[in-house]
């Protein structure tokens, strides 16, 4: 795979990280048909293959040099690391880029009837987990003794079946643990999607292709970022609704015809652009306020 000069990225086949890995790429304008069944599939618009995998397959697919490219959360990537080093093999990559999904954050999590004050409260207990090694470092850096058991899904129910006294699971909204009666105690990592590449030098063609792939994430993220904001403005004001708006350090401002009195300004803005704010330069006199998504950037 790594002789031939096309592209290898390793996603996650289906799971939460799945659709927007593929929405990412297509943004880039890296197009694939995709088919449920397949494994291996082709772009149809570059010499770009996806191989979808089980997400805790990528970072050893990635360390390995099996493929060139990985999209995989950071709490699967760090257990994996601590897991090769530990036992010594190969866990070498680099970091790309850190991608906004997969937001969520690993978290240790008690019966909602027991009570917990600080971490110390944790020695002696069992603690259910699909992140030993996580669990394990951290529970190093704060000298407590608990005990990290293993399971590869269904930790929520390990208090209830008596398989251990806590869990340690990924948490976004909160509902999985509530639902099973767990309350969330202690944050221990924050994770979110990773880009990464292996170590090993690419051919040119191979490394111009990631330069440009990489130049065009950085394009998708900055606009997802970005809002293109159009008004009508009093041209005596134009100061103060300068002033206002967020980002507006070098606003277009255009003349609009039949009136001397008012110009139309755009900008670009990298700043949220609050109902407060609308409200200001509405009481400023501005008028046709519009805050428009951006689709594609290039500096
Ligand atoms: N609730 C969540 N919100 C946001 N991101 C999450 C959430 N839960 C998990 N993730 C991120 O998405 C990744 C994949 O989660 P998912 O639940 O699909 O994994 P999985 O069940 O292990 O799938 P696979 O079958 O590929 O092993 C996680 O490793 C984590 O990085
Ligand atoms: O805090 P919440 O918003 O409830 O999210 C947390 C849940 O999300 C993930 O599982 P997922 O739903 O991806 O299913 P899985 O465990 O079957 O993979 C994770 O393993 C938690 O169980
Ligand atoms: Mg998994």
Redesign the pocket.
């Known amino acids: 795979m790594s002789t031939s000069n096309r592209l290898t990225i390793a996603i996650q086949k289906s799971?939460?990280l799945s659709k927007e890995s593929i929405n990412l790429l297509a943004a880039c304008g890296v197009k694939f048909n995709m088919h449920e069944a397949r494994l291996m599939v082709h772009s149809t618009s570059h010499p770009i293959d996806l191989l979808r995998v089980r997400d805790d397959d990528i970072p050893g697919l990635v360390m390995d040099g099996v493929v060139d490219l990985g999209l995989v959360g950071e709490n699967v990537l760090e257990e994996e690391s601590l897991e090769r080093e530990m036992k010594k093999q190969a866990s070498q990559y680099r970091s790309l880029r850190r991608l906004d999904f997969g937001h969520?954050r690993l978290s240790i999590a008690l019966p909602t009837e027991q009570t917990f004050s600080n971490i110390q409260d944790l020695d002696g207990l069992k603690i259910a987990t699909?992140y030993p090694r996580l669990l394990e470092r951290y529970l190093g850096e704060q000298g407590v003794k608990a005990k990290a058991v293993m399971l590869t899904?269904?930790?929520?129910v390990a208090p209830r079946a008596g398989l251990a006294d806590a869990v340690c699971?990924?948490?976004?909204?909160?509902?999985?643990?509530?639902?099973n009666g767990l309350r969330e105690q202690q944050v221990i990592f924050r994770s979110q999607v990773q880009l990464i590449q292996r170590c090993e030098e690419l051919s040119d063609t191979k490394q111009q292709m990631i330069d440009k792939l990489l130049a065009r994430i950085d394009g998708v993220q900055l606009a997802k970022e970005s809002k293109y904001i159009m008004l009508h403005a009093p041209k005596n004001k134009l100061k103060e609704v300068e002033d206002i708006l967020p980002g507006a350090e070098r606003p277009t401002i255009l003349p609009l015809s039949h009136t001397d009195e008012i110009v139309a300004i755009h900008v670009v803005s990298t700043e949220t652009l609050f109902w407060e704010t609308m409200e200001k330069l509405k009481a400023l006199g501005c008028s046709s306020i519009l805050v428009l998504p951006i689709e594609k950037m290039m500096g």
């Open positions: 799971g939460r969520c699909t899904g269904s930790v929520e699971d990924l948490v976004s909204t909160g509902a999985t643990l509530e639902a």
